[in-house]
């Protein structure tokens, strides 16, 4: 449901992986890695670490946003490969169960890309659970001139 | 513009800087404490650190969503006492400009405290320059029972 | 992906325009009727009327929102029977394309069924051109005790 | 809190309450219309009529979110002029408390005004009792170029 056809994505896993190891430290620190993407969409990995808890030992939502944040800029990167300074305009983040001690899998959908703002929808599951909806998010990117 | 009046906060900076050393871990490692707080607000502030930046040297989009969210459950509180199972229900980021190499300061106001929900806007600026808006968030809480 | 299932849904489409014909009198006006549903999903529609566009002759983005409002409602009253007292707690659009001439549809998705919040996203789409996502929508309701 | 200063706004109320008669017919049918304006800010009212009411006799959500929209749309021309062509990105609401049979005031501040975005916050309240803070919004423009 996007604007037009593109047959391959722009990036690869690796490429994705060796960005964040590199420019991302944030990500990395948060045990976050990309782990699948296509045309239009990116899956990225958090790896369950209770540093990264809040009280009831759920997830904190911090992470969760981050997961969120960096599946729309791999889906973004699918199509334009890696453009380093496109920026979050707008992020929003429903939470909608407790993430509890597993990983967690953000899958992004890229529904619009236009010439200045791309749009996306994700939806972050547990790795062992993935019919169990932990958040769901959408976020507007503006990609630079 | 909240719902009753409250003449005094339920809860000390010193109170919340102590709940977030012992049970907001990635809270401390983000640098990030409570400034000040008074009925219905909380100021939170992020010690810059270049380890949280991302390309360009900004500070990362999530850096301020949990600063954000960080804000608003000091606002509940301010009214609440310490509710740690307090939980973010939704939370909306708009990045408005880069935040270069300074302290930020994230400043919530509550402007509805229900049974069931609470809602607060928040303001993130430069320490430095308090005028320069980076972030501005809003932010539903779901109170529990 | 919704918290338990549920075979039938508790409301029929005639029991849904019934209630907006006799209950809803801004969305009767502005020509929005429900067309499809089923468990945790309603399709609702809005027929094309020039006095419901803004300057370039889009549909006005009041109408997308109320067409996205309306179809949660549906989404809720398919588990729940139809609960007038339901409402919106928030909601988020984002406008993605221009919508010009035609019927719109908008289809509601429930993604958390709680005792107190349910939350569903929404797709608003051109009648005569499915593919074309003109407008996306995430909203929380608050459920009534 | 804005980009830069502007002393004088480049529209008057006279002029938007114009432009609404002309050329937005769906707010002129909601009885919308332009109060004040000042740099960065637009005031516009709601004149209850129970036609636009939900059940429960509380002013539809629709209504609200047209009221937050219009007053964007003014903030931003209070600085460009009247600009058609400015188009909502996203829009947000958050519904605080029931509107029940008073008219409504809902007031813009623009947070930022950049080439391509244009981002405010909006606060409905009660033209009778202006301490009850009905809805909050938040919205980004795009702006034409």
């Known amino acids: 449901m996007t604007t037009d056809e593109a047959q391959f994505p722009k990036v690869t896993v690796e490429q994705i992986n060796n960005f964040i190891a590199n420019e991302l430290r944030f990500t990395s620190a948060m045990g976050i890695t990309c782990e699948d993407l296509g045309v239009d969409y990116g899956v990225v990995r958090f790896r369950f670490d209770e540093r990264w808890t809040r009280p009831g030992g759920v997830v904190a939502g911090p992470v969760l946003m981050a997961l969120a944040d960096l599946a729309v800029y791999v889906a973004v990167f699918t199509r334009l490969g890696i453009v380093p300074m496109a920026v979050t305009s707008e ?14 899998l953000a899958t992004s959908r890229l529904l619009k890309l236009g010439r200045r703002l791309a749009y996306a929808s994700v939806e972050v599951v547990e790795a062992k659970n993935r019919d169990r909806l932990i958040a769901h998010a959408t976020s507007t990117y503006a990609i630079p001139d």
């Open 91 to 104: 992020l929003k983040t429903n939470f909608l169960r407790p993430a509890i001690g597993d990983d967690l």
